[in-house]
């Protein structure tokens, strides 16, 4: 489905287009339901001022809130606006995903298009387009083709979410040095500062928003700028030109989500996101494969080995065989290796101007590990750190994956670390050198120049330190997980290391944005120099199931496997890629339970983590199929588990199960547990 045709606006000294409320003298202008008639969004105008409002079963979810933006170089538009024209439609669809958390997934909304002009000066048109979900709704700007408007630098969008009861909220730090990967905090919604999406709240009424964005193209990632009580306001991640975005008419904004749900689970069953985003724009995508991969990773991190060159240089030809035999052996797909290439040796954060993407290291032979691989029925996993030389990786794009491609890797990690603020970025070779923020306009444009050269040579990306996910996953299924958030390094080194509560947190948070590359299964439970997990064992296997990404690595060390068989068989045997999924418990930073059906075939599998406190939870079977009987493999927290004191405390037990049953599951403090549904 096409959108009608987008407007235009020009630019002169600092323009403003700010549409308010005043309570007082404000008159409704157009109005929009859900399907099922729980949202209502309504549009106001006082005064040539806009402000829209969210209700939800008739009482006020977001209070008047206003939309507009800022402008460089061009005249102030403010107030004067007239209402013109309205539109509306309703749509309904089910499309496939070619992976994903479900097949199948419908796409009904309500839409509601409203064209504003000016009364005075230019006359300028602008669009906002409302669609009105059953759980939730988005809205965008759209600048039409209009000769008074052509180039549009954007300095601020002003748009506002006015949130009408007090809540709690669970968040992180947008703004500040280290991106994406913090802590997440909880606190009253009035006490939130400037915040990353997706953010979550919970109104003390029980009803659940995720504030985020969709379908986010050529345009700055947005914050959430806390102005005063609960009214959050978009504040756009900085560019280095004076504009935050800079576009030509006509063109859209991303749209802006709110995702809403009477619980908790609700929110992560939504994909509201995703039918936001075009659909698939690369044809046949067939070649993109979910699967599971070991690598040359972990060791790394424990300081084992080292992505340097030298003695204890990981990327060799003998370890990279070493990895791929036991890939092969134990049924993984892929092989990650990490410091393949040189650029590596000294002091490369930051600094990636000596990488090169086009050759290996001496001591790592690429053909002769992609011919051993193929005959082992293993793919290598490729790796392009930048170290933030942006600029300089995009030069070598294409010799890059074409190198790829000749040795059968069809998935890459990429990579981008540096302090946030620090991307760099030159235009012209030997040219000025600038500083892009990771989710500014020009990394938007970046990522998806990465995405689109990576298909045109069959290969799937997965970004670490990456732009936020916006569903972008639909138009382009080769990108296919990423980072974004702190992962299972963190246990490694960390700092404090991830405390139990986090899967639990990024569940609800984080992983609403889209899949996560948390890389998990470290089975030792120990980082480096034997920091301690905040983890039992059977955890690292409920993580397989409750933190989704279509890739997943079993990121712990082959010898470490060998020690831990019985938790291993789970890693084995549990799928990537799903035909359903169903959150059946869970509230953010305490506990999840969630369900997910094998694409492809009849098992079903089921992840349970909690937080520092240990639990039981129930578990209705209702998710099973009618008729059929299943064996329950369950692998749970042994008696006295404990993350602090007995963390390997672990059981494996199996008794048969069908639909109607309910099982207690038992968790142990920073425990979990891991059933597979065996269709008998």
């Given at each position: 489905?096409k ?20 309570p007082a ?13 729980t ?10 001022r806009i402000?829209y ?8 979810l977001?209070?008047t809130?206003?939309l ?8 102030q ?9 309205q ?9 496939e995903?070619p992976w994903?958390e ?5 796409n009904?909304y309500?839409?509601?298009?409203t ?7 230019l006359?300028?048109?602008?669009d906002v ?8 709704i ?10 008074q408007?052509?180039?549009v630098?954007i ?8 949130v ?6 669970w ?10 990967e ?9 006490e ?5 999406t ?15 964005e ?13 102005v ?12 280095s030109?004076?504009?935050?975005v ?13 995702t ?21 724009a ?6 993109v494969?979910?699967?599971?991969y070991?690598g040359i ?12 060159s030298?003695?204890?240089?990981g990327?060799?030809?003998?370890e ?23 650029g ?16 290996a290291?001496?001591?790592f032979?690429?053909e002769?590990?992609g ?5 082992r ?26 190198l790829y ?32 923020w990771?989710?500014?306009q020009?990394?938007?444009?970046h ?20 732009i ?12 296919v ?22 899967e ?7 992983l609403?944005?889209?899949?996560m590359?948390f ?11 034997g920091?301690?997990?905040h983890s ?8 397989y199931?409750?933190?989704y990404?279509?890739?997943?690595m079993a990121a ?12 291993f068989?789970f890693?084995k045997?549990?799928?990537v890629?799903?035909e ?15 369900a ?6 009849d ?12 639990r ?14 299943y ?5 749970r ?14 059981t ?15 968790l142990?403090?920073g425990g979990?547990?891991?059933i ?5």
């Amino acid at each position: 489905m096409k959108p009608s045709r987008p407007f235009r606006l020009p630019v002169l000294a600092l323009l403003a287009l700010t549409f308010a409320y005043s309570p007082a003298m404000a008159a409704t202008v157009a109005s929009v339901e859900s399907p099922d008639k729980t949202l209502r969004v309504e549009l106001d105008l006082d005064d040539g001022r806009i402000g829209y409002r969210v209700l939800r079963e008739g009482k006020p979810l977001i209070n008047t809130s206003r939309l507009g933006f800022l402008f460089q170089n061009a005249e102030q538009l403010q107030r004067d606006l007239a209402f013109t024209s309205q539109a509306t439609r309703s749509f309904d669809e089910t499309w496939e995903q070619p992976w994903g958390e479900r097949r199948l997934t419908r796409n009904r909304y309500n839409e509601l298009r409203t064209r504003f002009t000016e009364k005075i000066n230019l006359k300028r048109d602008i669009d906002v387009v409302f669609r009105v979900f059953d759980d939730g709704i988005g809205f965008r700007y759209e600048f039409p083709d209009q000769p008074q408007f052509q180039d549009v630098r954007i300095t601020e969008e002003l748009t506002e979410f006015d949130v009408a009861r007090p809540a709690t909220a669970w968040w992180i730090p947008a703004g500040e040095w280290n991106r994406y990967e913090y802590l997440y905090n909880t606190t009253p919604l009035s006490e939130v500062g400037r915040a990353h999406t997706p953010m979550t709240i919970r109104t003390d009424d029980g009803v659940y928003v995720s504030f985020h964005e969709a379908a986010l193209v050529d345009y700055a990632g947005m914050w959430l700028q806390r102005v005063e009580g609960r009214r959050l306001k978009a504040q756009l991640s900085p560019g280095s030109e004076g504009w935050k975005v800079r576009r030509t008419a006509p063109f859209h904004t991303p749209w802006r989500t709110l995702t809403i749900s009477n619980r908790a689970g609700g929110l992560v069953e939504s994909s509201l996101i995703l039918n936001l985003n075009e659909p698939n724009a690369l044809g046949d995508v067939s070649w993109v494969e979910p699967h599971k991969y070991l690598g040359i990773w972990w060791s790394l991190h424990l300081e084992t080995q080292s992505w340097a060159s030298g003695d204890k240089h990981g990327a060799t030809t003998a370890e990279t065989k070493r990895y791929i035999d036991f890939a092969a052996k134990h049924g993984f797909r892929g092989v990650l290796v990490e410091g393949w290439n040189p650029g590596w040796d000294g002091q490369w954060f930051a600094n990636g101007w000596g990488f090169d993407f086009t050759k290996a290291t001496p001591d790592f032979d690429i053909e002769e590990l992609g011919r051993y691989a193929k005959d082992r029925g293993v793919h290598l996993i490729g790796h392009h750190e930048t170290g933030c030389a942006v600029s300089h990786y995009e030069r070598q794009l294409s010799d890059a994956f074409a190198l790829y491609a000749r040795n059968g890797v069809d998935a890459v990690k990429t990579g981008y670390v540096c302090d946030a603020g620090q991307i760099e970025r030159q235009d012209v070779a030997d040219g000025p050198v600038l500083r892009e923020w990771h989710d500014g306009q020009w990394m938007s444009n970046h990522h998806l120049r990465v995405v689109k050269e990576a298909a045109k040579h069959r290969i799937a990306i997965n970004a670490h330190e990456p732009i936020k996910d916006t569903g972008l996953r639909r138009t382009y299924p080769n990108w296919v997980s990423r980072e974004g958030a702190r992962g299972m390094e963190y246990n490694a080194w960390g700092n404090p290391g991830n405390p139990p509560e986090h899967e639990t947190m990024l569940v609800f948070t984080r992983l609403l944005a889209g899949p996560m590359d948390f890389t998990p299964g470290v089975v030792s439970l120990k980082g480096r120099n034997g920091q301690v997990f905040h983890s039992t064992l059977a955890k690292q296997l409920a993580q397989y199931v409750v933190l989704y990404s279509p890739i997943q690595m079993a990121a712990d060390l082959p010898e470490h496997y060998e020690q831990y068989p019985d938790a291993f068989h789970f890693i084995k045997d549990v799928p990537v890629d799903w035909e359903d999924t169903r959150v059946i418990n869970g509230e953010p930073a305490d506990f999840v339970t969630i369900a997910r059906k094998q694409r492809g075939g009849d098992d079903w599998f089921v992840g349970a983590v909690t937080d520092e406190q240990a639990r039981t939870l129930s578990l209705p079977l209702d998710f099973l199929d009618a008729g059929r009987r299943y064996e329950a493999q369950i692998y749970r927290d042994g008696e006295g588990a404990d993350w602090k004191t007995n963390p390997h405390a672990f059981t494996v037990e199996k008794k048969q199960v069908r639909r109607g049953d309910t099982l207690s599951l038992w968790l142990a403090p920073g425990g979990g547990q891991a059933i597979r549904f065996r269709a008998l």
